[in-house]
């Protein structure tokens, strides 16, 4: 199977922007997780989507959001960007049988 | 509050060394616990984990990890280390009840040397 694949891999944006990562999980899984990692806070979950429905949220402003689609791809918005909302975003495609959960490679956002 | 404590932020050991890296979680209940690696420019790679039954966990590169009910420990270890060994690695604990969401402690960065 194919792993969890993220898209795109760098962006860099400025202050004030608003910005969309995708994520394609594993075929066959449901649930797609997002964390964010930064050197100061570390790895934070963001939230995470089931069959299209938003099942458990970090403690993020609202100007983090996310969705997924009937084909389980997950996109994460996020608006009015700060600076501190530079980090690499990990999306994990959730396997309900094992319990586990696999990652994707990151989008690294750099916010100017 | 739940939480993982990982103690060291570094660890240095010498190649064909024993590793050992620590992890003490903050639950009252035993959750599922898990180890991951991360390379450089990368994702969080699976090692090993722990849900239910035996208590000593077989991961994959050789690695292994035991959950300690009592000591409310999952110390991650490997009889002797090999140079692609040396990433960052991260303890991260899942409620039952808590679908997927993952809290991770803030990492061990594991240096090998020849």
């Known amino acids: 199977k194919a792993g969890v694949t993220q898209t795109p891999r760098y962006l860099i944006k400025t202050r004030g922007q608003q910005v969309t990562l995708s994520c394609s999980p594993i075929?066959?899984?449901?649930?797609v997780s997002w964390y964010q990692q930064t050197p100061g806070q570390g790895l934070q979950f963001l939230f995470e989507?089931?069959?299209?429905?938003?099942?458990n949220k970090g403690n993020f402003p609202g100007r983090f959001s996310g969705r997924q689609f009937s084909n389980s791809r997950s996109e994460m918005n996020v608006s009015t960007l700060e600076l501190g909302d530079s980090a690499l975003y990990l999306c994990a495609s959730g396997d309900s049988n094992t319990d586990t959960q696999y990652f994707g490679p990151g989008t690294r956002l750099t916010v100017l | 509050a739940q939480s993982v404590t990982q103690l060291g932020s570094h660890v240095s050991v010498s190649e064909g060394a024993l590793v050992l890296l620590r992890c003490n979680y903050s639950s009252s209940v035993p959750p599922y616990l898990f180890w991951y690696v991360q390379y450089p420019n990368q994702g969080l790679q699976l090692l090993l984990k722990y849900t239910t039954g035996a208590t000593l966990v077989k991961g994959i590169n050789g690695f292994e990890a035991e959950f300690k009910k009592s000591e409310t420990s999952f110390h991650l270890t490997k009889p002797s280390a090999h140079m692609s060994d040396a990433a960052e690695y991260f303890c991260a604990f899942r409620l039952l009840g808590g679908y997927n969401k993952l809290i991770f402690g803030a990492g061990t960065r594991l240096a090998v040397h020849p």
């Open positions: 075929s066959g899984h449901r649930s």
């Open positions: 989507y089931f069959s299209e429905t938003q099942r």
